[in-house]
C-alpha cells in the first residue's frame, strides 16, 4: 500500500518538476508582460499544484531526515535527508510568502521586481527538489 501511494506522490513530483521546469522556460516566449498582468494564467493553475507538491515533498523529505536521525555519522543519506527537508522548508516558505502576496493586492512591502526575482528563484529550484524526490520514490517503489 504504501509502495504504491510513493509511486503515486514520486509521479506527480516528477510530472510537477517538468511542468514547472518547462513553463519557466518557454513562458517569455509567449507571455507578453504588461502591468495589470505580470505572469501568464497558467501559474493560477500551477500555484495551488505547487503548494501540493512542497507539502508532499516536505512530508517525504522530513521522514527521511527523521529516519536517519538516529546515525551518530554524517553518512551521505543524512546530507541528502536534511538538504532536501531544508530546501523544501526555504523554498515553501518564499512560495507561501510570495503566492500570498500575489494574492492580496494591497500588500506592498516588496515592491514588484522583488517578486518577480523570488519568483524566479522558486521556479528554478522547486523542479530540482522536486525532480530528486520524485525519483528516488520511484526507484524505492520499484526496489521494495
Request: charged share 10%; aromatic share 12%; glycine share 8%.
Amino acid at each position: 500500500m504504501m509502495d504504491m501511494f510513493n509511486r503515486i506522490v514520486g509521479v506527480f513530483l516528477i510530472a510537477m518538476a517538468v511542468l514547472i521546469a518547462v513553463h519557466t522556460v518557454i513562458e517569455p516566449l509567449y507571455h507578453t508582460s504588461e502591468g495589470g498582468q505580470p505572469y501568464s494564467p497558467v501559474w493560477e493553475i500551477l500555484n495551488p499544484l505547487m503548494a501540493l507538491a512542497i507539502l508532499l515533498g516536505l512530508r517525504v523529505a522530513y521522514m527521511r531526515k527523521k529516519a536517519e536521525a538516529g546515525d551518530a555519522a554524517v553518512t551521505r543519506a543524512y546530507l541528502l535527508a536534511n538538504t532536501l527537508f531544508y530546501g523544501f522548508l526555504f523554498v515553501g516558505i518564499m512560495f507561501l510568502w510570495n503566492w500570498f502576496t500575489l494574492l492580496s493586492p494591497g500588500y506592498a512591502a516588496a515592491g514588484s521586481d522583488t517578486n518577480s526575482l523570488v519568483w524566479i528563484l522558486i521556479d528554478a529550484s522547486l523542479p530540482l527538489l522536486m525532480g530528486v524526490t520524485g525519483s528516488s520514490l520511484l526507484a524505492e517503489a520499484t526496489a521494495g
